[in-house]
């Protein structure tokens, strides 16, 4: 499953993001593909960059029944940015065997931007299509992109703040 995401002026350099799993051999996922594909009308297009890491996990509430995690992973390379561009989150070693280690991109309650595509041939969609065609309803995945050259905060410390009043 992949969801759009607009261009910003700096390179994405890590992705925090949500996640539930039905269990399998780990528990939960602990690497993760972070594909980025180019715009192509408003649908995934061409693979702009890919990278594999192993994914820091926190235990927090989610889906009831089911264990749900935090997800961030850093880039070994930062993926620049010329355009909208579309995410997807591969698990990668979490399958124990057929549905045990499943895992599962927790929806957004705001679709932003275009709905969710999904690809999978093994599922009948060999191409991408709208996810509502897959699973019903159009959704988003939840996801923060965290950016290089973010803006840095001041120091705020109270010694500092007294002296801007000198």
């Known amino acids: 499953a992949a969801d759009d995401f607009p261009a910003g002026a700096d390179p994405v ?3 925090r993001f ?3 799993t039905n269990g399998g ?3 939960f996922c602990p690497d993760f ?3 980025v ?3 192509a009308g408003g649908m995934p297009g061409e693979l702009v960059c890919s990278n594999v890491a192993p994914a820091t996990c926190t235990e927090v509430d989610g889906f009831p029944g089911l264990v749900s995690y935090e997800h961030c992973i850093e880039l070994a390379e930062p993926c620049a940015q010329d355009g909208p561009q579309w995410l997807a989150m591969v698990a990668n070693y979490c399958r124990g065997g057929a549905g045990d280690g499943q895992w599962f991109w927790t929806t957004n309650n705001n679709t932003m ?3 969710i595509y999904f690809r999978g041939a093994i599922f009948g969609f060999p191409d991408w299509v709208p996810g509502d065609v897959v699973f019903g309803t159009p959704y988003d995945p939840a996801f923060e992109l965290l950016y290089a050259g973010g803006t840095p905060s001041l120091d705020s410390s109270w010694s500092n703040v007294k002296s801007l009043y000198r």
């Open 13 to 15: 350099t890590a992705i």
């Open 18 to 20: 949500w996640g539930i």
């Open 25 to 27: 051999p780990f528990g």
């Open 33 to 35: 593909a972070a594909n």
């Open 37 to 39: 594909y180019a715009d």
């Open 113 to 115: 931007g275009s709905q």
